[in-house]
C-alpha cells in the first residue's frame, strides 16, 4: 500500500495572510476559507510532483524556536537572487541570522517567523520551480531517508555533504532533503508534511505500512478527524490524509 507526498502544512497566526504572502513570493495564487488558507500554482493539477501546495492552518500558540523544516528558493542567475531576495522584503519577509555565517545563500523569514533560503544558481535545481527544495533538520539523514521514501513514494536522487536527497520518480518538482543537524527536536513542528493513498486505495492499510516502516501514532490534539496523524521515527509529525 503506497502513499505520495501532497502537501507542505504551516501553522499560522493569520492563514489568510501567511497565505498571501507566500503567493506573492511564488507567483502562486491564494485562496482561503474559514479554517484555513492555501497557497499553490495557478492551474496546477492537484495532487502532483510538479509542486506541492503550502497549506496555513490557524493555531493560537506562537512561533519560539527554528523549525526543522524549511523550504529553499531556487534563483537562475546571481541578478536574479538579488532581484529575488529584494522583492520578498519587500512582501514582508526580513533578513535572518541563524548562524549561518558566510554563505552564498541568504536567509530570511517570511512574516511570522518561518525561516526560509534564498539559494544562489545551482544546477541542480534548475528545472524545480520556485521550491528548489523541502528540507528537513536530522540526527540520521540517511535512515529518515530510507522512511520518507516509503511514506512520500520518491526516489533517493543524491547524497551530497550532510545532506539526502529524494525526489518525484517522475523527476519533477522540488526535492525532499535531510540535512544532518545536531539541534534536539523539543516541541510539535510548526510546519509538516501531508501525505495521501493514491485513489480507490485503502486508508487503514496505509496507515498500518507506515507504522511497519517505523511511523508511531502522534496525539497533536487532532481529536476525531477523517485523516490520521503519524511522527516519523525522528518524532516529526505528519498527516495521512484520505486517498486521492
Known amino acids: 500500500m503506497s502513499t505520495r507526498l501532497v502537501h507542505i502544512v504551516i501553522d499560522a ?6 497565505a498571501r504572502f507566500w503567493a506573492a513570493a511564488l507567483d ?6 474559514e479554517d484555513e488558507a492555501e497557497a499553490s500554482p495557478r492551474g496546477f493539477a492537484y495532487p502532483g510532483p510538479q509542486a506541492l501546495p503550502l497549506v496555513f492552518v490557524p493555531v493560537p500558540e506562537p512561533k519560539t ?10 534563483s537562475q542567475s ?16 526580513s533578513r535572518l541570522d541563524i ?7 541568504t536567509v530570511l523569514a ?46 533517493a536522487c543524491q547524497d551530497r555533504q550532510d545532506i539526502v536527497a529524494l525526489r518525484s520518480p517522475l523527476g519533477a518538482g522540488p526535492y525532499l532533503e535531510f540535512l544532518a543537524s545536531s539541534d534536539p527536536r523539543t516541541m510539535k513542528n510548526r510546519v509538516h508534511l ?3 493513498p493514491f485513489r480507490e486505495e485503502d486508508h487503514a492499510a496505509a496507515v498500518m505500512a507506515l507504522q511497519e516502516a517505523g511511523a508511531v501514532p502522534a496525539d497533536v490534539g487532532q481529536g476525531q478527524s477523517t485523516w490520521t496523524v503519524l511522527a516519523d521515527p525522528e518524532g516529526n509529525e505528519f498527516c495521512v490524509l484520505s486517498p486521492r
Open 78 to 93: 546571481a541578478d536574479h537572487q538579488r532581484a529575488l531576495v529584494s522583492r520578498l522584503q519587500d512582501l514582508g519577509a
Open 99 to 105: 548562524g549561518q555565517e558566510d554563505v552564498p545563500w
Open 13 to 18: 497566526a493569520d492563514p489568510a495572510e501567511l
Open 110 to 155: 517570511d512574516p511570522e517567523g518561518n525561516e526560509f533560503c534564498v539559494l544562489e544558481p545551482r544546477p541542480v535545481y534548475r528545472d524545480t520551480g520556485p521550491v528548489a527544495a523541502v528540507v528537513v533538520d536530522s540526527a540520521d539523514p540517511a535512515a529518515l531517508a530510507r522512511f520518507w521514501q516509503v511514506a512520500a513514494g520518491w526516489a
Open 194 to 196: 501531508d501525505v495521501a
Open 65 to 74: 524556536v527554528k523549525n526543522r523544516v524549511h523550504v529553499d528558493l531556487a
Open 28 to 33: 502562486w495564487e491564494a485562496t482561503a476559507d
